[in-house]
């Protein structure tokens, strides 16, 4: 979610902090790993509007379209910190942890449909995004 390995680790302790924190407010009408989702996405979320980065629809300017001996996985990632924050949250939870559209709708608060849109919306940003290493590959 946050395309720092530092970050991430910073994030992972802010996490464990809170479950800590708010184990007794755990009501047990979820899973507890749906809880444990939810609490993450909101500490990535917390992180990305502390650090006030501009998430729009453009390509962030450390990126570049690699050549072609480049692993699709690297490109994916290289693009991933444009991706508005609503799009990329689905698409990891979905194209990359493979959790189903009704758990992402429990973890994030949004209706199932509004997954599946954004997830397709997310498609269609990397697609534009990695089109040009994808003309490259195919050279």
């Given at each position: ?114 997954s599946k849109s954004q997830l397709h919306r997310a498609r269609a ?15």
């Amino acid at each position: 979610m946050v395309s720092n390995p530092a970050d991430a680790e910073d994030i992972t302790q802010d996490v464990f902090v809170r479950i800590y924190k708010k184990m007794g407010s755990f009501r047990g009408e979820a899973q507890l790993s749906t809880w444990i989702y939810r609490i993450t996405m909101n500490c990535c979320l917390d992180h990305l509007r502390r650090r006030k980065r501009d998430l729009a629809v453009q390509l962030s300017p450390d990126f570049d379209v690699p050549g072609p001996g480049l692993d699709v996985m690297k490109v994916i990632e290289g693009a991933l910190p444009a991706m508005p924050s609503g799009y990329r949250q689905v698409f990891v939870l979905h194209d990359i942890q493979g959790m189903r559209h009704s758990e992402i709708a429990r973890i994030l608060g949004i209706a199932e449909g509004a997954s599946k849109s954004q997830l397709h919306r997310a498609r269609a940003f990397l697609r534009k995004a990695i089109g040009p290493w994808l003309r490259a590959m195919r050279r």
